[in-house]
């Protein structure tokens, strides 16, 4: 059974037992799981990073419950641990702390404050398979954890959702949600293992936008298996088939994909280090790394000017250039009000989604690779910012 075999693979890595996972079609519907083992609804309030995806945001809505959205530090950019306070209420049940870009939250201050309210705490590790808090995996830490396999995360079964659960009552909760999850159609799978080798086509920076494009247009068609779905954008409104088991076919690829773990979180760092010279050589700062973590790097993270033009430039030039995230609720650019988000709240985390991009570091990047964006940056050089000031943001806030 490809199901078994991967739990048992994964536990190893999380430092866990297989019974302690279970296995989705995504990540979010992992998340929705573990908060309805938590018998979260109407009434109470998840507090979640101002710097997420809006499937974080969706997960909470679709029980009925409020996401609240906390500020994030500029240096990490997790939620900002001095500023939970401030967005703590009677209603608060939950933290949702984040790995962003494969970094770990200071897990041991956010768990010292969700003791001192009694409130529980999730560990989103969608960015951070394979790296570490305080030499522990990450996911391991907090009472239960989501890990994502979607096409960009740290290995991907196309799409694909994790969770471990280290409390006993959590894991058998879990495990009844898993059950009670439908089963992905033959068709579905089907697709989904043909994007799959599809996928494994695409290298280096050409092949990078045209696939981009040719993704979001069939995924907007619904012609494939995107990873979100056109209404879980438009309105937090529970998809009628969310509620998805993990396929055959992710497994069997969950499987092979960690057995080229390490070789991945190498070819990482070889990439990240390569990146880092360069910021360093162009004067330009390099992200922040905390005694605490290992950060895995899924994404390396810069700042420019105008981010819509630069991406626009990169697209011409064919050079990888990603957009996490491009708002606070990625990828929701209006209407926020329906996510219950108020625009102006969250001025360091709206000011850092209106900069930042990304350069890629999986597999797809070669040294060659490098190369080419190298050269992209110092042509552009004017248009990179070396730092973000929040002298302003921080007066604001007193
Ligand atoms: C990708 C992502 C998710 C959701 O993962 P899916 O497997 O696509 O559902 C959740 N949180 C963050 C921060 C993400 O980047």
């Not at 069939?218 to 298996?225: A, E, M, Q, R, V």
Request: proline share 5%; charged share 25%.
């Amino acid at each position: 059974m490809p199901h078994e075999k991967y739990k048992s693979a994964l536990a190893q890595h999380l430092d866990t037992q297989p019974e302690n996972i279970t296995l989705f079609w995504k990540g979010r519907v992992g998340l929705y799981g573990i908060l309805e083992a938590m018998k979260i609804g109407p009434g109470d309030e998840v507090i979640i990073p101002a710097f997420t995806c809006v499937v974080v945001a969706n997960a909470i809505l679709y029980l009925g419950a409020k996401p609240v959205y906390a500020e994030i530090d500029p240096k990490t950019f997790n939620i900002d641990i001095c500023k939970i306070n401030q967005v703590i209420s009677p209603r608060s049940k939950v933290i949702i702390a984040q790995n962003t870009f494969g970094l770990s939250s200071d897990l041991d201050g956010i768990l010292e404050i969700a003791k001192k309210h009694q409130l529980r705490v999730i560990e989103d590790c969608t960015h951070g398979f394979g790296g570490t808090y305080k030499d522990k995996p990450n996911g391991s830490i907090a009472e239960a954890a989501f890990f994502s396999s979607q096409w960009n995360k740290t290995f991907s079964t196309g799409i694909g959702g994790m969770v471990v659960c280290n409390t006993p009552e959590l894991a058998t909760a879990l495990n009844v949600f898993e059950k009670k999850c439908s089963k992905p159609s033959f068709l579905e799978s089907r697709m989904l293992g043909l994007q799959m080798m599809a996928r494994n086509q695409i290298q280096g920076g050409s092949a990078y936008w045209s696939a981009v494009k040719l993704y979001r247009y069939l995924s907007d068609k619904n012609i494939i298996t995107g990873s979100s779905q056109g209404e879980e954008l438009t309105e937090p409104k529970m998809p009628e088939d969310y509620l998805k088991k993990m396929s055959g076919v992710q497994a069997r690829r969950g499987v092979k994909e960690l057995k080229r773990l390490e070789e991945n979180l190498r070819h990482r760092t070889k990439i990240t280090n390569l990146y880092k010279e360069i910021f360093k050589k162009l004067k330009l700062n390099i992200p922040f790394e905390p005694k605490y973590a290992k950060h895995t790097y899924i994404k390396f993270p810069f700042f420019v000017k105008d981010r819509t033009a630069f991406l626009k430039k990169a697209e011409e030039e064919k050079i990888p250039v990603g957009d996490w995230f491009l708002s606070p609720i990625h990828p929701i650019e209006t209407d926020f009000e329906l996510w219950q988000y108020s625009y102006f709240l969250n001025p360091i985390a709206e000011k850092i989604s209106r900069h930042i991009l990304n350069l890629n570091t999986d597999f797809s990047i070669r040294e060659k690779d490098v190369k080419h964006i190298e050269s992209f940056l110092i042509k552009n050089k004017s248009e990179l910012i070396a730092q973000l000031d929040f002298s302003r943001e921080a007066g604001f806030l007193g």
